[in-house]
């Protein structure tokens, strides 16, 4: 069950790292921070393909797995929310690589917040899978994709930061479409599977403010 708490999030703005920032999530992310009034910087290794212009957005070109780009980018944020994404790669390691670079350079500059877009499927939350996803796409065709994922997941809860994991089920585009479920158990299985990017982000988005998840991992999904 969609799970509602009484206590409202801090609305204070924030200064937001957003590293992937030009993928399918991380472009929503950014778009929707701004709306929110936060100060966003735009890290990723062509950031100059995101189309919004905005006087709260910031760009800075760099790859993730460089830890040396990713600590000269760190300085004077509040939180960072990862997006990484390996594109049509199934073998890529940014997604772990890029995430420890993150967590160094947090660590070292005192940034607190990391929110993590993981996916469903990843470590105890493969109770909510379906058997194409459990036995053949995770199990088989995309199984170095799932075990990238768990190796992120890990560095993040070992971290010792104020952290959130987000696992989304698979992406729809379209716009948002809201009333999805949240912080379902790991053996729900009543689950379509699916949710738009937009509401991913949406969720992204209010994980930076919003403590009623840390150090936790939560799962999205209609």
């Not at 921070?33 to 006087?55: I, K, M, N, S, Y």
């Not at 997941?153 to 949240?182: N, Q």
């Not at 053996?187 to 699916?194: A, I, N």
């Not at 988005?205 to 939560?218: E, L």
Request: net charge positive; charged share 20%; aromatic share 4%.
């Amino acid at each position: 069950m969609t799970q509602t708490h009484a206590h409202t999030p801090s609305s204070e703005p924030r200064a937001v790292l957003v590293v992937g920032a030009t993928g399918r999530v991380g472009r929503q992310t950014v778009a929707r921070l701004l709306d929110a009034g936060h100060r966003v910087t735009a890290f990723a290794r062509q950031p100059e393909t995101l189309d919004q212009q905005h006087p709260r957005l910031s760009r800075i070109a760099g790859d993730a797995r460089d830890p040396a780009a990713v600590g000269a980018a760190m300085p004077g944020h509040d939180a960072v929310v990862v997006t990484l994404g390996a594109g049509a790669s199934r073998t890529s390691d940014v997604r772990s690589r890029g995430t420890a670079a993150v967590i160094a350079a947090m660590t070292a500059h005192g940034v607190p917040r990391l929110v993590c877009q993981s996916t469903l499927g990843a470590h105890e939350s493969r109770g909510n899978l379906n058997f194409l996803w459990k036995r053949i796409l995770f199990g088989l065709l995309l199984r170095p994709v799932l075990l990238e994922h768990q190796r992120q997941e890990d560095l993040v809860r070992a971290s010792g930061l104020d952290w959130t994991i987000v696992r989304p089920s698979a992406f729809t585009d379209g716009p948002a479409i809201g009333g999805f479920r949240e912080n379902f158990a790991p053996d729900e299985r009543r689950l379509t599977l699916k949710i738009a990017v937009a509401d991913i982000a949406a969720f992204l988005v209010r994980q930076v403010s919003d403590p009623r998840y840390r150090h936790r991992a939560v799962g999205i999904s209609h």
